[in-house]
């Protein structure tokens, strides 16, 4: 594939090779991403291509072990670190100059009423380290930084550190 050859030639060239499959992952979800929302009068053209961007996501989804729906909306420098095993769900909203590293799941939780929550809402410059689980309708503030392994089911205040499982704030500071 051609687009996978100019990824690996761009990036690896670089030396940047902890974040090959992360930039990997991301520039196949800016396609798929443009190609799902292409905006076209042409009825059978604008099916076609979402067709094709559903097809190419369930190819990823298997070949790169991540899945990021093309409906997720995502910011600007969003950074993903040996990309393996995440999971967002497609109605989160993710800031600009976000980092994840690998086993992270970003989802919504099902109430006591049954009902699902909505999926959390992420600030700008979060860094989110492995194996985090961030679920429900939270909101995780600008600066905020989540342990590797914690689970967020509350509010992340911003400039705070949180930890541990569930998750508890360790540090806040001020900005």
Avoid at 77 to 84: E, L
Avoid at 105 to 133: C, F
């Amino acid at each position: 594939m051609f687009f996978n050859k100019w990824i690996q030639h761009y990036y690896l060239d670089q030396g940047d090779q902890s974040c090959y499959k992360g930039k990997k992952i991301i520039s196949h979800y800016r396609l798929g991403n443009s190609l799902y929302h292409h905006q076209n009068k042409n009825i059978f053209r604008k099916l076609l291509f979402r067709i094709y961007a559903i097809y190419y996501h369930r190819f990823i989804y298997q070949t790169l072990c991540c899945d990021i729906p093309f409906a997720t909306h995502i910011g600007k420098r969003f950074t993903i670190h040996h990309g393996h095993g995440i999971v967002i769900h497609q109605d989160c909203i993710i800031g600009e100059d976000v980092t994840i590293h690998h086993l992270v799941t970003i989802g919504n939780k099902m109430g006591k009423d049954g009902k699902l929550s909505a999926p959390p809402t992420i600030g700008n410059y979060v860094e989110i380290g492995a194996g985090a689980i961030i679920l429900g309708d939270i909101h995780i503030g600008t600066n905020a930084r989540i342990g590797a392994g914690a689970v967020v089911t509350k509010e992340v205040p911003k400039g705070a550190t949180v930890v541990g499982n569930p998750a508890h704030i360790i540090t806040e500071h001020l900005l």
